[in-house]
Structures are given as structure tokens and as C-alpha cells.
């Protein structure tokens, strides 16, 4: 079964102080692994898709980096704008479905 | 803005009612649209997948009669809460597949808060 783990569950930083947020996956075979970005009351906003190990892509102040068994979503210099749920899913080889972890909840302080 | 319109974005009603939530992709055809429902501080949970022009695919231990998903055209789904009681309260959010000219995505609506009173 596809297993998406986050983690740290909550982070608190200052502006400014950069930090990386993680994602671990067990899958049988990736066809994707998805970073969104959630507010409040909203449903998640698409910000990358990775498809093999040693991919990375960037966004801002954003850059997310994918190996075998996990993912880091990298935030550089974070201002507090960036302040929101970040989720990581994954999708199987041949499954339509997208498969959610809980979520990283970031908080940047002024 | 929004790839994925979704609406009402917010719904009280009362005990025994049904409730009908819309999902409009609006520049892509979406041949297969998702339906996920978010429990606080839960990730997002796949109640079904819609498909156009047949029937939706159930998670287990989603009743598919409480839950009816219709699929009417390549850019509208729709999910109706039938006969909601309280336990039904939650985020209900739609997705929608583009294989287009962006590559493959997945574009999320913006969510539907269902409370039952």
C-alpha cells in the first residue's frame, strides 16, 4: 500500500531563516510525486510535480528535490506570504489516484 | 486564476437534506475529475473518481447511495450529499486532471465547507 509520511508536523520560523520540509513515500513504482500549497479554507494550490530520482525544480522561493524514498520541499529566505499548509502526494504507476500525506503546517514569523 | 471552479463554497443545512456541490474545469476538458474529502489537521481523504460518461469509482467504506457523483460532461462534475446528518460536516474539494499543453497536473477547486446542522 502507498505510504505519503510528512514531516515535522508543524514548523515555526523567523523571516528570513531558511529550512526544509519532508517527505517520505513507499511506493511500488512513482509515476509523480506533487508539492501543493494549502491556506486555510481553500482547497491546495499546485506548485510542482517530480517524476525520478535526482529531479529538482524551483519555484521562487521554493525548490523541491526528489531521490528514491523521500522529497524535500527547500524554502530559501521565507518571508511570512509563505505561510500555509505544504503537502507532498504520490501516484502510483498505472493508478489514477493520488495518494496525500497530513501535511506540513508552516508558520514565518515577521 | 482558478483552472478549477468549485461551488458552493460554503453550505449549511439542515438534518435530512441533500446538498449538491459543483466542479467546473474551466479551460481543460477533464475526462476524469476526483473528489476528496479533508478532515482538520487530516490530509485530504479520495471519496471517488468520476469519469465522463460512467459511473464514478468508490473508495472502500464510501457509500456510493449517500454519495452520488454524476459526471454529466467533460468539464462538470458534480457531488450530491444525499439525506446529510451531521456526521456528513466537512471540506469537500474536487480535482481535476489536464493533460494538455501543461503537462499532466492536477488542479484542485477551491473547496466546499458542508456543515450539518
Known amino acids: 500500500e502507498d505510504q505519503v509520511t510528512q514531516s515535522p508536523e508543524a514548523l515555526r520560523l523567523q523571516e528570513g531563516e531558511s529550512s526544509s520540509l519532508n517527505c517520505s513515500y513507499t511506493?511500488?513504482?512513482?509515476?509523480?510525486l506533487f508539492w501543493y500549497r494549502q491556506d486555510p479554507g481553500k482547497g491546495p494550490e499546485f506548485l510542482f510535480t517530480?517524476?525520478?530520482a535526482g529531479e529538482e525544480k524551483e519555484k521562487e522561493r521554493l525548490k523541491a528535490t526528489l531521490t528514491k524514498k523521500e522529497s524535500f520541499l527547500h524554502i530559501t529566505a521565507p518571508k511570512p506570504e509563505d505561510s500555509a499548509t505544504y503537502l507532498c502526494?504520490?501516484?502510483?504507476?498505472?493508478?489514477?489516484?493520488?495518494?496525500f500525506g497530513k501535511g506540513t503546517k508552516l508558520t514565518v514569523n515577521p | 486564476g482558478a483552472v478549477v471552479s468549485q461551488h458552493p463554497s460554503r453550505v449549511i443545512c439542515k438534518s435530512g437534506t441533500s446538498v449538491k456541490i459543483e466542479c467546473r474545469s474551466l479551460?481543460?476538458?477533464?475526462?476524469?475529475m476526483f473528489w476528496y474529502r479533508q478532515f482538520p489537521k487530516k490530509s485530504l481523504m479520495l471519496m471517488a473518481t468520476?469519469?465522463?460518461?460512467?459511473?464514478?469509482?468508490?473508495e472502500q467504506g464510501v457509500e456510493k447511495d449517500k454519495f452520488l457523483i454524476n459526471h454529466a460532461s467533460l468539464t462538470l462534475s458534480t457531488l450530491t450529499v444525499t439525506s446529510a446528518h451531521p456526521e456528513d460536516s466537512s471540506f469537500y474539494i474536487c480535482?481535476?486532471?489536464?493533460?494538455?499543453?501543461?503537462?499532466?497536473?492536477?488542479?484542485f477547486g477551491s473547496g466546499t465547507q458542508l456543515s450539518v446542522l
Open positions: 480535482s481535476a486532471r489536464d493533460r494538455g499543453r501543461r503537462g499532466e497536473k492536477l488542479f
Open positions: 511506493v511500488s513504482g512513482l509515476r509523480g
Open positions: 517530480l517524476y525520478s
Open positions: 502526494a504520490v501516484q502510483d504507476d498505472g493508478s489514477e489516484k493520488l495518494v
Open positions: 479551460d481543460f476538458q477533464a475526462t476524469t
Open positions: 468520476s469519469n465522463e460518461g460512467s459511473k464514478a469509482t468508490y
